[in-house]
Structures are given as structure tokens and as C-alpha cells.
């Protein structure tokens, strides 16, 4: 079964440079969100999208921007990176965001280093 | 607003013996509750969900939670330990009045010892 899919894998970046990850859902899931898993940390809820729509956002800095496309894939794009954003970053999917209890489906996520 | 406690930050067991993780939430409507388990530099994965049907809910590789509304709790056991369930795992919160965004615990580390 198709999964979702996340890219890079691993990222490495300088400090103040830009970062853009990339999350393409399971087929027909028309809602995306995305997490930040510190170093030793649980995951934390940045941004979520409903068909191409913000519909939800939670601790995301302001550096951070997200978009969902017209295909339902969705872009991360991290400004001005800080060491402090090195995390694992996870995008989940699942379908009809609208009904209760709906389980999320997460990618393997993107590991990303800021020197 | 949501949000999990999980009440142990290790556990460790011997294989073949018994497992329990505990966590307690707290939710301004009514919740949905999952279990997800994450390897070493490895992805989360569903183990079980609970959403308002039967109150005991079975998960895979042998994994249960018994949800309790009248202690707010979803502790998630296993009767007989394996070595491949040495991994973190989160107790989750979600609500559709908050978007269903994930809250998720602080995580329990299981340790097996053979």
C-alpha cells in the first residue's frame, strides 16, 4: 500500500540559510499536517491543511511557511534557520479531516541539521 | 483544550513478561486516543485507536488499552513481552473541535532485557 512520502530524508543546512521539505500523501487523504520532533522530544503539531487550505496552526515560528498544492502534496519552507530547528520534521495524511478519530498516517520524515 | 501525561518516562521489562504503559489525558469534548510506537531513527506507527466504540480496543502485534472515562485514562498493556518492542511510545490525543491535530505525550521508552 502507498505510503506517505517525505523528502529529503536528511538535510543539513548553515545557520540563517533556507530549508524547503516536501510531503506527498497516501492517494485521496486530502488533509496534511506537519510535526517537529525535537532531539529527545515528542512531536510537536506545526501546521495543518484541508484541501489546499490552512485549516489549523500551532506552535510554527514565523520564519516557517506552509502551502498545500493542487495535487495535495505539501512544501515546509523553513527562513532564516536556527540551530535551534534541527528536529525531526514528520508529515502525516489522512482522509475527510472533517470526521472524528480519523488516524493519522505518518511519513518516515525528514531529518534536518542546522549547522 | 487537550492534552497527555504519561506516567512513566522508561520502562523496563524482561521478555516474555508482562507490559504496561500508562497514560492519563484530559479533553474538553470527547476524545479520540491512539497509541503509536517509534523505533530507533524510525517513523510513528499506529498500534490502536480508540473512537467512542468498545472500551477495550485491540492493536496489532498483540498490543490492547482499555479506554476509562471515569479515570481518564487509555494504559496501554501487553501480556508478553518481545525484544522487537523495545521502542518510544506515545499516548495521543485528538478532538474534532480542535481540528484533530495530535497531542501527544511525553513518550515512554520500553526497554526489554532477554
Known amino acids: 500500500a502507498a505510503g506517505v512520502i517525505q523528502s529529503p530524508r536528511h538535510l543539513i543546512k548553515e545557520k540563517r540559510e533556507t530549508a524547503t521539505l516536501k510531503c506527498y500523501p497516501i492517494?485521496?487523504?486530502?488533509?496534511v499536517y506537519w510535526y517537529q520532533q525535537g532531539p529527545g522530544q515528542d512531536p510537536q503539531f506545526l501546521i495543518s491543511?484541508?484541501?489546499?487550505?490552512?485549516?489549523d496552526k500551532g506552535s510554527i515560528p514565523d520564519r516557517f511557511s506552509a502551502q498545500q498544492f493542487s495535487d495535495y502534496h505539501s512544501e515546509l519552507n523553513m527562513s532564516s534557520l536556527e540551530l535551534g530547528d534541527s528536529a525531526l520534521y514528520f508529515c502525516?495524511?489522512?482522509?475527510?479531516?472533517?470526521?472524528?478519530?480519523?488516524?493519522?498516517?505518518f511519513g518516515p520524515g525528514t531529518r534536518l541539521t542546522v549547522l | 483544550a487537550q492534552s497527555v501525561t504519561q506516567l512513566d518516562s522508561h520502562v523496563s521489562v524482561s521478555e516474555g513478561t508482562p507490559v504496561l504503559l500508562r497514560c492519563n489525558y484530559s479533553?474538553?469534548?470527547?476524545?479520540?486516543l491512539f497509541w503509536y510506537v517509534q523505533h530507533p531513527n524510525k517513523g510513528l506507527q499506529l498500534l490502536l485507536k480508540?473512537?467512542?466504540?468498545?472500551?477495550l480496543v485491540k492493536g496489532i502485534n498483540g498490543f490492547e488499552a482499555e479506554f476509562k472515562k471515569s479515570e481518564t485514562s487509555f494504559h496501554l498493556t501487553k501480556p508478553s513481552a518481545h525484544m522487537s518492542d523495545a521502542a518510544e511510545y506515545f499516548c495521543?490525543?485528538?478532538?474534532?473541535?480542535?481540528?484533530?491535530?495530535?497531542?501527544f505525550g511525553g513518550g515512554t521508552r520500553v526497554l526489554v532485557k532477554p
Open positions: 495521543v490525543v485528538s478532538e474534532e473541535a480542535a481540528g484533530n491535530k495530535l497531542t
Open positions: 502525516a495524511s489522512s482522509p475527510r479531516q472533517g470526521r472524528a478519530g480519523h488516524e493519522q498516517f
Open positions: 492517494p485521496r487523504h486530502d488533509t
Open positions: 491543511f484541508y484541501e489546499k487550505m490552512q485549516s
Open positions: 480508540y473512537t467512542s466504540a468498545a472500551t
Open positions: 479533553s474538553s469534548y470527547s476524545p479520540s
